[in-house]
T-cell receptor, first 112, second 111 residues
Framework: NAGVTQTPKFQVLKTGQSMTLQCAQD?????MYWYRQDPGMGLRLIYYSASEGTTDKGEVPNGYNVSRLNKREFSLRLESAAPSQTSVYFC???????????FGSGTRLTVV | GESVGLHLPTLSVQEGDNSIINCAYS??????FIWYKQESGKGPQFIIDIRSNMDKRQGQRVTVLLNKTVKHLSLQIAATQPGDSAVYFC??????????FGAGTTVTVRA
């Protein structure tokens, strides 16, 4: 099993550009999450989707939008990128009532 | 808001010794805790978890201890190896869907 797959792995954007980070899981998990990780800090929740068809804001949602396209896929969109959004972005998934969260390998985003 | 944090940002350990990584949490409603290991350039990797109805859980070379009275969580790694060098995060689940992370402890294993 591939687990959680994120694309792209690296991206450089100019301020004001838009892009979508893709995430897909093949474990039939119900819940999916987007986190960002800044240097020397833990992961902070941006948005999550408890189940297909629902999305909710996390700790740091400003400047982002999400789409739970289907049970497998959960995308994160930056409509107008800002340097403050330079970070490593991680997608994760979890089964309903399941233990542990499975993380992807991350997308390293730089906004110049 | 309430958050999970680790006591020390760095820990240096001699190879073969035991490591203890500590974490304090403040949300008494949290009922599920996880330790993650993150190596450079990779995503967090699940190590071990514990629910609030337990005070100890053991895995392979790792033990998690939970003290709900003082809201303290620890990860013990037995016979630390060079491959254990990484950043370790504790995380708490305060409802069924959201996981909150501490800032992490960087463990360096000395040969």
């Amino acid at each position: 099993n591939a687990g959680v797959t994120q694309t792209p792995k690296f991206q450089v954007l100019k301020t004001g550009q838009s892009m979508t980070l893709q995430c897909a899981q093949d474990m039939n998990h119900n819940s999916m999450y987007w986190y960002r990780q800044d240097p020397g800090m833990g992961l902070r929740l941006i948005y999550y989707s408890a189940s297909e068809g629902t999305t909710d804001k996390g700790e740091v949602p400003n400047g982002y939008n999400v789409s739970r396209l289907n049970k497998r896929e959960f995308s994160l969109r930056l409509e107008s990128a800002a340097p403050s959004q330079t970070s490593v972005y991680f997608c994760a998934s979890r089964s309903r009532g399941g233990d542990g969260y499975t993380f992807g390998s991350g997308t390293r985003l730089t906004v110049v | 808001g309430e958050s999970v944090g680790l006591h020390l940002p760095t820990l240096s350990v001699q190879e073969g010794d035991n490591s203890i990584i500590n974490c304090a949490y403040s949300n008494s409603a949290s009922d599920y805790f996880i330790w993650y290991k993150q190596e450079s350039g990779k995503g967090p990797q699940f190590i071990i978890d514990i629910r609030s109805n337990m005070d100890k859980r053991q895995g392979q070379r790792v033990t998690v201890l939970l003290n709900k009275t003082v809201k303290h969580l620890s990860l013990q790694i037995a016979a630390t190896q060079p491959g254990d060098s990484a950043v370790y995060f504790c995380a708490e689940n305060d409802n069924d869907y959201k996981l909150s992370f501490g800032a992490g402890t960087t463990v360096t294993v000395r040969a």
